[in-house]
C-alpha cells in the first residue's frame, strides 16, 4: 500500500501527518509532494526522514494507491484527475470537486456507504461543515430535520497560515495583510467571497454541502459565517426545526451515543464546548443543548471541533482508513 500527500508544507498537511502517525495505518510506502521551491526538504515522520518531491507530471509514476491532497484549488485542478485516471484513490481537501454529481462527498460518521461509490475522487467537505453534519445526522435519522439556521464563530486558522499571522499582526498592533479588516478584537461577518445573492462562498458551501451530505436537496437552509479572533476551533450555533416531535433527554441520549460526538453540557457548573478545550482532539463536542420554544419541534445546539484536525486532516484520514479496509477485503 502506499500513500501519497500532497502540500506538505501547509498547516493542514502538518495536522496530516500527526493524525496519521496517530492512526498508524497499514501503509507500506509514504510519499511526499510539495512545490518545486519546497522539493528536496527533508521531513521527519514515524521517526523517518523523507525527502519532499516535487510535485509534477511524473507522480504517476509513484505507484500510488492513495493520494490526499491539501495543496489549493488550482493544484487539485491540474493534479487530482492525472492522478485518479492512472487508478489511484484521491482524497482533496479542496472545493474543486465538492459538488460535482459523480463525487461522493464524505463525513464518514455520516455517509461512510458513499465511499465506495467514487470514480478515483473521493472529496472533503469544508470544515464547518463536517463538525455541523456529524452532529445532525443522528437528529436527522430519528427526528427529521425540516430547516436548519446556521451561525459560525471559525477560527483564523480556517484562513490558513496567512489568517493565524494576521491574529497575530492585529495583537501587535500591524494592520492585517489577509483580511480585509482588522481581525484582532473584532469580528468578521466575512468568509470567502460575496456572492451575488448577498451570502459569502463560505455560508453557500455549508447550505449545499450538507444538503448533498445528508441527502435531502429539499431541506431549507440557511447561514451567516463569522470570522473570530480565535486561533483554532470552530463554534457554530445551529438552531434546527424538525418535523418530528421530540424529548430533549432523548435528544441528549441520542447524541451521547453517537460516533464522534462529546457532550458536554452542565450550563450549572460552567460547562459547555469551548474552542479551547476541543483544539487538538478528533471528536465534535456539543453542549447548550435546549428546546427552542419560538417555534414547534425546534432545537438549538452548540457544536465546536477543531477545524484543522477534524475539520480537514482527520476526516480525509478517516477516509483513507476505510479505502484501506476495504482494499484488505478484496
Known amino acids: 500500500m502506499n500513500l501519497g500527500i500532497v502540500g506538505v508544507t501547509g498547516m493542514v498537511v502538518q495536522t496530516f501527518l500527526k493524525v496519521l502517525e496517530d492512526k498508524n495505518l497499514p501503509v507500506d510506502n509514504y510519499f511526499f509532494f510539495a512545490s518545486k521551491r519546497s522539493a528536496g526538504k527533508a521531513i521527519t515522520f514515524k521517526g523517518k526522514e523523507y525527502t519532499v518531491i516535487e510535485l509534477n507530471k511524473d507522480i504517476t509514476g509513484y505507484d500510488l494507491d492513495i493520494a490526499l491532497f491539501s495543496a489549493g484549488g488550482d493544484i487539485s ?23 460535482q454529481d459523480d463525487v461522493p462527498l464524505v463525513v464518514p460518521e455520516v455517509n461512510k456507504h ?18 455541523a453534519v456529524v452532529a445532525l445526522k443522528p437528529l436527522d435519522d430519528k427526528y427529521k430535520i425540516k430547516r436548519v439556521v446556521y451561525s459560525t464563530y471559525q477560527s483564523v486558522s480556517g484562513a490558513g497560515m496567512k489568517g493565524v499571522t494576521d491574529l497575530e499582526r492585529g495583537a501587535k498592533g500591524e494592520p492585517p495583510s489577509n483580511f480585509a479588516h482588522q481581525i484582532f478584537g473584532n469580528c468578521l461577518p466575512h468568509i470567502d467571497t460575496f456572492l451575488e445573492t448577498g451570502y459569502t462562498k463560505e455560508e453557500q458551501k455549508m447550505i449545499d454541502e450538507t444538503k448533498k451530505i445528508l441527502g435531502n436537496q429539499d431541506l431549507k437552509i440557511t447561514a451567516t459565517t463569522v470570522r473570530v479572533p480565535v486561533f483554532v476551533g470552530h463554534s457554530e450555533s445551529i438552531n434546527i426545526e424538525f418535523h418530528n416531535d421530540f424529548d430533549l433527554d432523548d435528544v441528549i441520549a441520542t447524541l451521547k451515543s453517537s460516533p464522534s460526538i462529546i457532550v458536554a453540557d452542565d450550563p450549572k457548573n460552567n460547562l459547555y464546548p469551548m474552542a479551547i478545550t476541543a483544539a487538538g482532539k478528533d471528536e465534535v463536542f456539543v453542549g447548550r443543548i435546549r428546546r427552542d420554544y419560538s417555534i414547534d419541534n425546534g432545537l438549538n445546539i452548540w457544536v465546536v471541533s477543531d477545524n484543522v484536525r477534524k475539520g480537514a486532516a482527520t476526516n480525509a484520514v478517516q477516509i483513507a482508513e476505510v479505502i484501506i479496509q476495504e482494499k484488505a477485503k478484496n
Do not use: K
Open 77 to 99: 485542478r491540474e493534479f487530482v484527475p492525472l492522478l485518479s485516471s492512472s487508478g489511484c484513490i484521491v482524497v482533496d481537501n479542496s472545493s474543486v470537486f465538492r459538488m
Open 114 to 131: 458513499e465511499i465506495s461509490n467514487h470514480n478515483g475522487i473521493i472529496a472533503n467537505p469544508n470544515c464547518s461543515t463536517i463538525q
